[in-house]
């Protein structure tokens, strides 16, 4: 019997603000970064601290990743939110696969409060 493999990582990310200039990252896919909410498409005039908890694994060859962010201002001390992610994704057969995806961001701030959710089925021939 095989054992699942779970990864679990914590990591902290900046984009820092100096002297009201802040780090833009024009041609980034940002939804993969900083949340699937996509609350910081723009680093705001403080900065952004993202300090995240990242678990992912197999169950039933269900592939699950749950992600928690808790979001600050890299300069002055503001708090903007915290979000949680959540995806479960199968591959049915070698030609198809399905997908959902939940975020739920929770501002203390920056932006407002909300709920996101995806399905995408992919067909690969």
């Not at 939804?31 to 197999?58: M, R, S, Y």
């Not at 049915?92 to 696969?97: L, P």
């Amino acid at each position: 019997m095989k054992t699942p493999a779970v990864t679990v990582s914590i990591n902290h990310e900046v984009l820092e603000a100096d002297s009201g200039g802040v780090f833009r990252t024009p041609l980034a896919t940002l939804h993969a970064h900083q949340g699937w909410n996509d609350k910081f498409l723009g680093t705001p005039a403080g900065g952004v601290e993202d300090t995240f908890l990242k678990i992912g694994g197999k169950v039933a060859g269900t592939k699950v990743t749950f992600v928690y962010h808790d979001y600050s201002a890299e300069s002055g001390g503001g708090d903007y939110g915290s979000e949680i992610d959540l995806a479960i994704g199968k591959k049915i057969n070698d030609h198809w696969s399905i997908l959902f995806k939940y975020s739920a961001y929770d501002s203390d701030g920056h932006s407002v409060d909300t709920d996101k959710a995806w399905f995408m089925v992919t067909a690969k021939f």
